[in-house]
């Protein structure tokens, strides 16, 4: 709060980055908001102070000073502050402000959804890893729970409930962790329980140029051992050959195929963090650049790059699949450290082929498991505490667009529409929830998120109406388990409501989505009406008292008819309070 | 079965079981190898009718089938083949976007002449004095779609004639101008011997016409030729008052737009020909403004490109610069773009105006019938849009004949370019903008575009409307719209609202232009959409209609009941269907 130096400036303009329009309000700074209030209308425009990602004062015009705001959910403000005075304290309050040092400062401990101590817990308890695996049939004949990692002695960055082959002693375990980046031996992340193979995730070998691990290559063995389906098991290296061979010279590397007995090995070329980084600065500049022509725009979004690696992501994805599922192979997925790309190519290959995954419930878990509990590092990776610019990349981001990609060729097959992706996109940099707050288990638990945060989880659930994709049917993914995607780029599109989400002017004039939601809930309405209406003609004709009863279901009924249906709303029926809609019919 | 089309490609029965529409010169090659692209090379046999070229391969499950309309080959050719001799090798480059390749062994003397031979008389019938297949077709439908479009009545649901505009049969021996239409609809107070004087200004008599006016503001749509200036900066008397005229016609403006569809550059180099632009010190009141679309022959060039890039394989790492180096994305967004600045000028701006190209039957057509769709619901309707396609396209003499070279060998004729699949493709890209505001669906596009090249139909074959009551088109030929018209429910889009008095202003901007994959790629098997959604909207469609009608009798029921226990009745009896949607 003592950074706060103008907590209300009046006469600021907003200026829209696309066409000509220019919005005049009042701007509000609070301890966790930068507020927009438009003078003429109604409406308002909040910033959450972590959701700032960078900010610019541009030199100084003849109707004030401006300020450019970029957020990590891709909304770019432009207001112009008339004082110049005013700007700079707005400016460097905010600098302050969305510099948090320690984690305590972050929104999420100071939220309250106005929720009990017993309902926020249960809303940590909806989401459980342990009944996961059970889900997959795991523990089983071949694989079992190892407790080796309780205390986060062998890998610090690991969850501490751990899968790994049943015949994987604890010396085999902590030999392979010890010729491991970051101790991440491999272990279990998905089960295949149709052929028995495994997915499993792990970091890259210290291998050097010849170094060698008895433990790690039984750790290997051992997971071939445990699918009789496949003679061999397919390790694949997320990363283009030639990272993996610079990486040789710093004593890591990747799995000599001579010494491993029973492994394919295979590099998938997806690119490093940097190369991440620099290409989403790269796509947001082309786009974010004001009348642009057909050829710069086409130019501009190849040359960024960005949906190259998106395809590359779903390219290594659909190779795991491939393999599972038709082959019967298990496949060890790793690349330097095991929390990047290795996370991206788990998650999506397991979505592709498990239909729980693409439920609602099941797309939590997934990233529950392989994002949150095997420590991708989001705090460093979203920017979360003032930290190294260079740890920043859009990781997670890319996981959930090859998602959207995914979801536009195979429409029926998700139970959430695209709301869904963008909301948790929201939340991953919101920092409002304890979710995705730090690194790993390990240090979620010191900072004990369970007792001081809420879970975005129980958030989305509470309001799954508003993430249902209208297309979805379970009966088409009864039928196909298994999605097979075309990875030919035109498949690839510029994800526009996710990076213009904020620009009303780039959005379509008519939306299918929209128009489907309402489609379905004029026929959830006339269902009720059907129902009500059965109700009545079934209670009838025996005894006249119950008649008045009986008319005024059928008013209730017809003022579902004509309520113009608009988007979600909740439901009130007719059917089971007669007084209450009866009163409801007079009056109306 | 179908393997190398794609799922929504060719109308389902038409022309597969009556075989009394074939010659019965029919040819059948044991042994003959097609090379797909996509698959590789496929053993079958080959039969080639006066219409269609069929191959089957039988070793696939399930059977292997191409069947290709004769009429969209562009060309076909020998292709010496180095690994054997003996093999007789062919290519035939399509106009839907494919090319395909053929081999078979030498023949001998039992089948006297070659496959190549065959497709060379059958698929270029002009060229061997043979008629069109569309004269032999003689399918008969339930509907009939040459009654679909009458110039009068289209007319008169404009309200035309009225005080300012009146309907002229000068033209009805095609003198004044051969392109045209025999009915025209022209300003009231110019009578025909003016329009003579008019006409000997504009460039192959293309003088200005009614195409649209709008119903409460009488701002309207004209379009025209270009006036012939030439270098000496030439005027004339009577076309500046007939553009006076077009403008007095509307109250509610005093000033005229002129659109030329050109760049300027071009424009101006016209006048070396004798054509040219209206000065603005000739025409007072008069706005000229360019619209920058380029020629024929560089939308040749452009779509050719495409297929480059496109057909068989895509490039994966450079696909999006590949694509911008063939600028269709570009010409398609400066059409849609120009179109959307008539359509404002006459909505918003209650102005009149006038469009031209060069001769005006080829970009000045693309913009009259954009502006015109954008303008008025009823062109968006399935019979709306075919009444839309005969006014502006045929009977104002787009020449088809010659843009698709119909039957004709010569394939490298400067007069072929795709104006009217542009076209299409526009209006394509306004259906993705405005999902629920057009009643035809993707498959209804394509199906226009697959049978424009098909010689199936007899609608798209001439160049002007004189030229089809000559070869008297109508009575020897069948129309696409009997055959479309006659299972309208194939070509409903399912979402579709009856917007009848919303003008719709799409958004122009990149970010909402792109390809129509499910058109140029459609050959290629991986491009197949994973799901038919359009069922799921028919399912949900169906079931709200299901729905709707339980309520209706439980209601009317309940009345009954209701009437016979209570004397309370409900407050009305009719009641209003909820709309599918409440936003625009």
């Known amino acids: ?588 | 079965s179908r393997s190398d089309r794609s799922a929504q490609a060719k109308p389902p029965s038409v022309m597969s079981s009556d075989s009394a529409e074939f010659s019965p010169e029919l040819r059948v090659t044991q042994d003959v190898t097609y090379f797909c692209p996509f698959i590789g090379a496929l053993r079958g046999t080959v039969m080639v009718t006066n219409y269609r070229l069929f191959f089957k391969c039988m070793d696939r499950e399930p059977t292997f089938v191409l069947d290709l309309p004769l009429g969209v080959v562009s060309r076909v050719e020998k292709i010496g083949t180095a690994s054997s001799r003996l093999d007789v090798s062919y290519g035939i480059v399509c106009k839907d976007m494919r090319n395909l390749r053929f081999a078979h062994k030498q023949m001998e003397d039992t089948l006297r002449k070659s496959i190549f031979e065959v497709l060379m008389k059958f698929a270029f019938p002009v060229s061997n004095g043979l008629q069109i297949f569309a004269f032999e077709y003689g399918q008969v439908f339930p509907e009939n779609g040459w009654k679909v479009y009458d110039t009068v009545s289209e007319y008169k649901r404009q309200g035309i004639p009225n005080e300012s505009w009146r309907i002229t049969k000068v033209n009805d021996h095609y003198e004044l101008c051969d392109t045209y239409p025999s009915t025209l609809a022209v300003p009231v107070n110019i009578p025909d011997e003016e329009l003579k004087k008019v006409a000997a200004f504009r460039v192959k008599g293309r003088i200005p016409v009614l195409s649209w006016i709008h119903p409460e503001t009488q701002a309207t749509v004209t379009r025209c030729s270009q006036p012939m200036v030439g270098v000496n900066g030439k005027r004339s008397k009577e076309d500046e008052k007939y553009l006076q005229a077009i403008m007095d016609a509307n109250a509610q403006s005093h000033k005229l737009f002129i659109f030329d569809a050109r760049p300027s550059v071009n424009a101006a180099a016209n006048k070396m020909k004798g054509g040219g632009y209206e000065s603005e010190d000739a025409y007072q009141n008069a706005e000229l403004v360019f619209l920058d679309i380029h020629n024929i022959h560089v939308m040749r060039e452009s779509l050719r490109k495409l297929k480059d890039v496109i057909y068989p394989n895509i490039e994966d790492s450079h696909w999006l610069s590949n694509l911008e180096s063939t600028h269709w994305l570009e010409h398609i967004k400066l059409i849609l773009a120009g179109a959307l600045r008539i359509a404002d000028k006459v909505e918003s701006g209650k102005t009149s105006v006038v469009v031209h190209c060069s001769d005006g039957w080829d970009r000045t057509t693309q913009l009259t019938s954009l502006a015109m769709l954008m303008l008025d619901g009823y062109y968006r309707t399935i019979r709306g849009f075919e009444v839309l396609l005969e006014k502006e396209w045929l009977s104002f003499g787009h020449r088809f004949q010659l843009r698709i070279g119909h039957g004709d060998k010569n394939h490298t004729d400067a007069d072929r370019s795709p104006v009217f699949i542009q076209f299409i493709d526009c209006v394509w890209q306004l259906t993705r903008q405005f999902p629920a505001a057009f009643e035809f669906n993707e498959y209804f596009l394509v199906t226009i575009l697959d049978h424009l090249y098909s010689c199936l139909f007899g609608t798209f074959l001439c160049n002007s409307e004189q030229q089809r009551l000559k070869e008297e088109i109508p009575k020897r030929t069948v129309s696409l719209w009997s055959y479309i018209n006659s299972q309208m429910e194939e070509f409903t889009n399912p979402l579709y609202v009856n917007y009848s008095n919303h003008v719709l202003f799409p958004v122009v901007s990149l970010r909402h232009l792109e390809l129509w994959v499910g058109y140029y790629i459609r050959w290629n098997p991986r491009m197949r959409p994973q799901e038919p959604v359009h069922q799921r909207y028919k399912e949900l469609l169906a079931k709200r209609a299901e729905l709707q009608k339980r309520v209706d009798e439980l209601q009317r029921e309940v009345t009954n009941r209701s009437a016979s226990t209570s004397c309370e009745r409900p407050g009305s009896p009719t009641r209003s269907i909820t709309p599918v949607q409440t936003f625009v």
């Open chain 1, 1 to 588: 709060m003592e950074h706060i130096r103008t907590p209300k400036v009046e006469q600021v303009r907003l200026l829209d980055r696309f066409s000509n329009k220019i919005t005049n309000g009042t701007l509000y700074l609070t301890a966790t908001h930068l507020i927009f209030v438009e003078s003429s209308a109604n409406n308002s425009t909040s910033i959450l102070h972590h959701h700032i990602a960078s900010m610019e004062k541009l030199s100084l015009t003849t109707s004030g000073c401006p300020l450019v705001i970029q957020c990590r959910n891709f909304r770019v403000v432009h207001f112009v502050v008339q004082r110049e005075r005013d700007c700079h304290d707005i400016y460097s309050s905010l600098l302050h402000l969305l510099r948090p040092v320690s984690y305590e400062e972050l929104y999420a401990f100071s939220y309250n959804p106005k929720q009990n101590d017993q309902q926020r817990e249960e809303g940590w308890q909806l989401i459980d890893l342990g009944a996961e695996f059970e889900r997959m049939g795991v523990p089983c004949d071949q694989w079992q729970l190892t407790d080796v990692n309780r205390d986060y002695k062998v890998c610090e960055t690991y969850p501490r409930d751990l899968y790994v082959p049943i015949t994987a002693s604890k010396p085999i375990i902590v030999g392979s962790s010890k010729f491991r980046s970051k101790g991440r031996f491999p272990v279990l992340t998905y089960f295949y329980q149709e052929k028995k193979a495994a997915v499993c995730r792990c970091s890259q070998p210290l291998s050097g140029f010849s170094a060698r691990c008895l433990e790690d290559e039984s750790m290997l063995q051992a997971i071939s051992k445990a699918n009789h389906n496949s003679r061999f098991v397919y390790v694949m290296d997320t990363r283009p050959k030639l990272n993996a061979l610079a990486n040789r010279a710093a004593g890591k590397g990747y799995e000599n195929e001579d010494n491993y007995s029973n492994i394919r090995f295979q590099f998938v070329g997806i690119e490093n963090i940097h190369v991440m980084r620099t290409s989403l600065q790269k796509l947001l500049e082309v786009i974010g650049t004001r009348s642009l022509s057909m050829s710069d725009y086409l130019v501009g979004l190849e040359s960024s790059g960005w949906l190259r690696h998106i395809k590359a992501i779903v390219d290594a994805a659909v190779f795991l699949v491939k393999a599972v599922t038709i082959e019967g192979a298990s496949v060890l997925v790793h690349c330097s450290d095991g929390w990047d790309r290795t996370a991206q190519v788990c998650s999506l290959g397991v979505l592709l082929m498990d239909p729980y995954y693409r439920t609602i419930k099941g797309f939590m878990v997934l990233i529950e498991k392989d994002w949150i509990s095997f420590g991708h590092k989001f705090a460093e990776r979203c920017d979360q505490l003032d930290g190294d610019p260079k740890e920043v990349s859009p990781i997670f981001t890319q996981f959930l667009e090859c998602v959207w990609q995914l979801t536009e060729q195979f429409p029926q097959a998700f139970e959430f529409s695209e709301w869904f992706l963008l909301q948790i996109h929201e939340h991953v940099h919101s920092c409002q929830y304890g979710n995705f707050l730090g690194n790993n288990e390990r240090q979620r638990e010191e900072l004990q998120l369970r007792e001081r945060t809420h879970s975005l989880w129980a958030f989305l659930m509470s309001e799954k109406q508003n993430y249902l994709n209208p297309f979805y049917s379970p009966a088409y993914s009864e039928m196909h388990p298994v999605l097979e995607p075309s990875t030919l780029p035109y498949h690839f599109k510029f994800w526009r409501n996710m990076y213009h989400q904020f620009d009303r002017s780039m959005h379509p004039r008519q939306s299918i989505l929209k128009t489907i939601l309402t489609l379905r809930e004029n026929s959830r309405k006339a269902e009720n009406t059907v129902q009500a209406l059965e109700s009545v003609t079934r209670c009838d004709p025996q005894c006249d008292t119950r008649a008045p009863c009986a008319s005024s279901h059928q008013r209730t009924a017809l003022q579902l008819q004509h309520h113009p249906v608009t988007s979600g709303l909740p439901h009130t029926g007719g059917t089971h309070q007669p007084q209450r809609s009866a009163a409801a019919g007079r009056g109306g």
